[in-house]
């Protein structure tokens, strides 16, 4: 079995991906071709933003909006503690100090009361300046928009929503890549929209920074000459391929994909709740299932229920084996676990399960029964 299975979707889809990519090495406009710029207006469209910029990866386009908010030294970036190293490393890259904040325990997202004490923190400290928040939505689920957008607001920071796991999911309606100032999300193959590489994009509704988001992902080129830098940029673009790759792709994420994992994430609750802590999805909100993770007691019932599944052939990942403030990279920040009491539990008792549209329903009912025979013996 597999974690999340690549290649029933490739063969569920292969005819249209085949051809996108002929089609490209027929047309030899390898680079920003015009496979891009349509995938571009679709994103736009799909989740309510006036621009999608997209660029080789989920981390550049995290970078690339930082740059275009001027983020850099002496700036504080605020970001969820549990979360891909990305949230956070691409503040540091650019100079900026990531401020790592706790979790909320139910739905593993930034705790808007611990942030809002971060930003407090930093302020008496007085030696950032507090400049970007970075909720991330997680393992599929939007952050607390409704709280943290107010928070922003009252102490004058700008919002980056990371939404590399989210795409797809919603909250009252609205899709995820269309919070706060600018939204980033990834293409990597197993996130809810993968492309069959490295890929990403920069979703935003202000006309001028769309200008400067597409000169930053190619040197800080002005518009009209590409030999005229007007200021330091990366060089960051979607392959016309991997657009070609993700235009019947988004066709079936939005017709039926995002459908059925939504399928096999209920069925899975249904039958696990009452055994282990099933995921939390608070209403009005939509999850696009990035992962599929439940709580465990403690770290033993933990490694009991992956090795009764690893025995039948069946994976399971822990998502995360750690907190970014337990990281080596940011050993130098000094960050206290006692700041991070609901992190510290996530990182002891979380696992995620197999999931992805086409696994079946004897699959589920099978993995789940390994589950509640393991725990309940
Ligand atoms: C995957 C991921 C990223 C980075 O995306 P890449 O395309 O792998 O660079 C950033 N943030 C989160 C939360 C992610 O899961």
């Keep these: 079995m597999q974690f999340r299975d690549l290649k029933a979707q490739y063969q569920a889809l292969k005819p249209e991906i085949d051809k996108g990519i002929q089609d490209v090495l027929d047309s030899a406009g390898f680079i920003l071709g015009k496979p891009v710029a349509e995938l571009e207006t679709q994103l736009a469209a799909y989740t ?9 990866s989920g981390t550049d386009a995290l970078q690339l909006a930082l740059m275009a908010m001027d983020v850099g030294s002496g700036d504080a970036v605020f970001t969820s503690d549990f979360t891909y190293f990305a949230s956070a490393g691409t503040a540091s890259i650019l100079g900026a100090e990531a401020v790592l904040v706790d979790i909320d325990t139910r739905t593993f997202n930034l705790s808007p009361d611990a942030l809002e004490a971060a930003v407090q923190r930093v302020l008496a400290e007085g030696r950032l300046t507090p400049k970007v928040i970075v909720p991330v939505d997680l393992f599929g689920l939007p952050a607390d928009y409704e709280r943290i957008l107010p928070i922003a607001g009252k102490y004058g920071l700008k919002v980056l929503e990371d939404g590399a796991q989210g795409f797809g999911g919603s909250m009252n309606s609205k899709r995820v890549c269309s919070f706060g100032d600018m939204s980033a999300t990834s293409f990597f193959p197993a996130k809810p929209l993968g492309c069959f590489g490295d890929g990403g994009a920069v979703f935003l509704d202000d006309d001028t920074l769309d ?37 019947p792709k988004l066709k079936a994420f939005a017709a039926y994909e995002l459908d059925a994992v939504n399928h096999v994430a209920d069925r899975y609750t249904e039958l696990l709740a009452g055994t282990v802590v099933t995921p939390y999805v608070p209403p009005g909100f939509r ?6 993770t439940i709580m465990l007691a403690d770290n033993a019932e933990r490694t009991r229920v992956q090795a009764a599944l690893q025995k039948h052939g069946i994976p399971s990942m822990i998502y995360y084996p750690r907190g970014l403030h337990q990281q080596k990279a940011y050993s130098g920040l000094h960050l206290p676990d ?24 004897a699959e589920i009912d099978r993995i789940s029964g390994i589950i509640i025979e393991t725990i309940r013996g």
């Design 48 to 56: 309510g933003r006036k621009h999608c910029v997209t660029c080789a």
């Design 287 to 292: 999850s696009s299932w990035a992962q599929y």
């Design 211 to 247: 200008q400067r988001l597409r000169s930053l992902r190619v040197q800080g080129k002005s518009p009209e000459d590409k030999y005229d830098n007007r200021e330091i940029g990366i060089n960051s673009r979607l392959d016309t391929i991997q657009a070609a790759i993700l235009l």
């Design 338 to 361: 006692a700041w991070y009491p609901n992190t510290l539990h996530a990182v002891q008792t979380v696992l995620s399960l197999p999931l992805h549209p086409y696994l079946t329903d």
